[in-house]
Structure formats: C-alpha cells, structure tokens
C-alpha cells in the first residue's frame, strides 16, 4: 500500500528519541517499510531520511506567512504546517493516511481527503484535540486507542472502533537471563515533572540500592531544583539521553525498574521495554500501567507515594526475570501490533471507494445543520449563550496545554 503517517512536530522521529511516540512513530513507519509498502513519513526536518521522511516544517514558507501577530510562535507553525500538509493530501495518491499526531487539524480535515485516515490516539482528552474530534463524525476517519484505559477516556467523546496495543522491537530490547553483578535499579524516560524522577531517586533510597537513570532533560528547572539534590549522596548516577543499544544494556543490568507517573499513563512503552529484557517492574498504578503488569511480572504502588514504591519495588527484586520477558512475548511483540495494524488498513480501503471532489468548491466535512429561526429573540440569545457555555466548559474541564504539550 502507499501509507502517509503524520507525525508530532515537538521532536524529530529520530534516535535517541525524546518519549515513547517518536519511538511508536519511528517503528510503525520502518516496519511497514521492511513489509513492503511505500511510506511517506510527514515529520519535522531533523527526522531521520531513511523512514521516507517528508519534512513539513518548512522555515522558509513559514517565513513567507509571517508570524509578527501570532501570540504563540509554535502553536502558529504547527498550525500552517498540518494545514498545507491536509489540503495538500487532497492531491496525493496515497491509499491510506494514519494520523499519529497530536493535533486537532488532521482528524478534524479528514472527511475531506479522497482516502481514509486512521486516526491512533495517544493521550486522553484534551480540548484541542477533543474539539477536531468532535467535528470528524465521518466514516473516513477510524478511531484506535492504545490501551482500555484510553478507549475509557475517549469514550464521551467519541467511540474508539479498538485497541491496538504499542508494541516494541523484542530483539532490540533482548533478554537478560541475569543482572550486573553489581545491583542498582534503573529509571528511564523524559526527565519533566510528570514522569515522576524523584520520586524514583525517594524510593531507591528507602530501598538501599543505587540508581541509574537514563532520558533527556526537558525541564531544566525541574532538574536543578528536584533531581540535582537528591544526587548529592552520590547513589544516583545520571546516564545522559541514550540510544537503544545503550538503554538496553543498562535496563538489563538492572535488579528492578521504577515507573513513577505523575499522570494517567496513556500506556507505558518504558514498561514493556523493561519486561522485554526481563527486569522486574515496580509502578504506580496509574492509567494503563495495571493492563501490563502481572503478579508475575511487576508489583503495583500507591501513586505518588515514594514509601509505598519502596516497599514495590522490594518485593519485585524477588520475581522472575523469565515470567517478565514471557509477559513482553506475549503482549508487547511490535510484529503483532503491525500485523493488526495491516489488516486494519486493507478493510479501511475495501470499505471506501474513491471520492472525485470538484477543487473549485470548499468541502466541508458533513452538512450545516439547519437555522434555527424564532421569533423569540429571547429564546435565540439563550441558545447562544448556551452555546458558548458549552464551549468554555469543555476547554476548562481540560488542562489546556497547548497542541503538542504532551507526549508519551
């Protein structure tokens, strides 16, 4: 098939990789390719070339819109970046378009596209992309959740058709039947407040093992103020932002994995990752993180409670390595996701036949409802104000980040 992938724009689908979806991103696009069809990956201008890479952050473009009046410089380029890139796909050829960005723009302009899109969400609800939605009511856009836990979410939104769990690469991340033979726990991922780090360093402590941690610093604030102290004592040994290669050595190494969420986990890829190399887990019971982990394989804390991630963690020290990786073998296999993912695309174009849309016309993605008309001018204003209660209501049940502001 001839597949385009939208990515995020925050970081380049690269290695070392900022989180877990430009790591999902990367390995969907290769993996497709190594199968034989044709990828275009529509990503930002440092993402590697070799995934059929198609760069949409154009400077010299955005230069030519100008962006002296937009309040927020990023939030503007993002914007003209993904619009030019929708109207542009009206022209292409492609059989089929997965969206794995986190912006309003793609889900909201599919209907308008000649091919389907198949649209992953990564996150929960937030009102940016909640509002693109809500206006995407057509067929052409399939709905799929990365976990129960985000198929829950979703669902006063909108219904999420299935689940299809992220896989990972199980060579990439090989088994390690024994530990170094100096014991340490490990920590990984991005280095930012809701990722939970110190709570991690709070928990080793209480343990009496050393730490190694490993990610890219993201909050530079958050690293001064809560993480460089904890490391005074010297048992806290900072790795840098590692590649693949290295972060497996160091995951296998290791007695046991901390896993600190400070927010619903959308799924947990650092999870599956630890479990493939056969490190035990101890976690907080956050988001999707439960769906993973079994008796066998990870001991679940109260969130936010270092104690009780001490206590975890102890218990997980004593779990079979074997019993981690066969929970990662059979849960988290990249092949299987792929293979879910094809079969996802064959009945996605089976189902669509080709639309011809005039270009002179603007399409829009479904009917405008009717006018309402009254001759109550009271009634008219009441609907209004409703209206825009509504609207203020759905941004402010949210945290309002904005478009790209979170990552998994």
Not at 9 to 28: C, D, Q, S, V, Y
Request: charged content about 20%; some cysteine; aromatic content about 8%.
């Amino acid at each position: 098939m001839r597949i385009g992938v939208i990515a995020h724009l925050k970081h380049p689908i690269a290695e070392p990789f900022a989180g877990g979806l430009e790591m999902h991103t990367h390995l969907l696009a290769s993996s497709l390719r190594r199968r034989g069809h044709a990828v275009t990956v529509f990503a930002s201008t440092r993402s590697e070339p070799a995934l059929g890479l198609e760069a949409i952050c154009d400077e010299t473009s955005l230069n030519a819109v100008g962006s002296a009046e937009a309040e927020d410089v990023a939030f503007f380029k993002e914007h003209h970046a993904y619009l030019s890139l929708l109207n542009g796909l009206r022209d292409r050829d492609f059989d089929l378009i997965h969206n794995n960005s986190l912006h309003y723009l793609p889900v909201a302009m599919a209907d308008t596209l000649p091919m389907p899109m198949v649209t992953t969400l990564h996150t929960p609800p937030f009102c940016w992309l909640e509002s693109g939605v809500r206006v995407a009511r057509s067929r052409n856009n399939r709905f799929i959740g990365v976990s129960e836990t985000i198929r829950a979410a979703w669902a006063p939104v909108t219904p999420i058709e299935s689940v299809i769990l992220n896989g990972i690469d199980l060579n990439r991340f090989g088994f390690a039947e024994q530990p170094a033979a100096d014991p340490y726990l490990v920590w990984y991922g991005r280095i930012v407040p809701e990722k939970g780090l110190h709570f991690a360093l709070d928990a080793a402590r209480l343990v009496g093992l050393p730490i190694r941690f490993a990610g890219p610093v993201l909050d530079h604030d958050y690293f001064d103020t809560e993480i460089a102290p904890r490391m005074a004592d010297g048992a806290s040994l900072y790795l840098g932002h590692l590649g693949h290669e290295e972060l497996a050595v160091v995951i296998g190494g290791a007695r046991a994995f901390l896993c600190t969420p400070c927010w619903e986990e959308p799924y947990g890829l650092v999870v599956a990752e630890a479990l493939a190399c056969g490190v035990p887990v101890a976690a907080f019971a956050r988001g999707a993180i439960p769906e993973i982990l079994t008796q066998d394989c990870g001991v679940l804390a109260r969130p936010d409670d270092a104690v009780s991630l001490a206590a975890s963690a102890s218990r997980a020290l004593g779990l079979s390595r074997r019993a981690c990786r066969r929970r990662a073998e059979s849960l988290c296999d990249a092949e299987v996701m792929i293979d879910q993912y094809e079969a996802l695309y064959r009945e996605c174009v089976d189902a669509r036949a080709p639309v011809r849309r005039d270009p002179r016309y603007a399409v829009l993605p479904h009917s405008l409802p009717p006018l309402t008309r009254s001759s109550d001018h009271a009634t008219d204003q009441s609907q209004d104000n409703a209206g825009e209660i509504a609207f203020q209501d759905l941004c402010q049940t949210r945290s309002q980040p904005r478009v790209g502001s979170f990552d998994v």
